[in-house]
């Protein structure tokens, strides 16, 4: 338990701590609003869990190389945690589209005809010089807009 300071441990329990509390937060928020979809979050927040617990288990135990398996333990949790968070981000982001009866993303006034002709630019570019031109050219673009 000494392999790291006091401060340290106090973050790192800390942050279990408000990961924990996350979770419920993100679970009452689904059960306040009916919007259950939501707890696909919470659930997809639990491998994040193990891993940072793994890693709280593997420096109470001052980093005992026998305990490495700990160590790919906690990264595949990390790694499974990140796609499970990701995976529930775009769930709720469908889910809330179907709820809101909206069949497609909201575009700003506009904007749609923007994309449609951008998109028929990219099309006919052929090398990567002329991507990072008109890359260049749409920055330069939206950076003129947003003044105006």
Known sequence: ????????????IASVVEWIAAIFLV?????ATQRYYWRALAWGML???????????????????QLNWIVIAQAGLTL????????????????SRRH???????LAEGSQSFVESEVKTLDEVKTLDEV???????????????RS
């Open 1 to 12: 338990m000494h392999a790291l300071s006091l401060p340290t441990w106090w973050i790192h």
């Open 27 to 31: 679970w009452g928020y689904a059960e």
């Open 47 to 65: 491998p994040a869990l193990l891993g940072a617990m793994c890693a709280l288990t593997w420096h109470f135990f001052d980093n005992d190389p």
């Open 80 to 95: 499974a945690g990140n796609s499970t968070l990701g995976l529930a981000a775009v769930w709720i982001w469908r889910q």
């Open 100 to 106: 809101t009866g909206q069949e497609k993303a909201p």
């Open 132 to 146: 990072k031109t008109l890359d260049d050219e749409l920055t330069s673009e939206l950076i003129e807009g947003s």
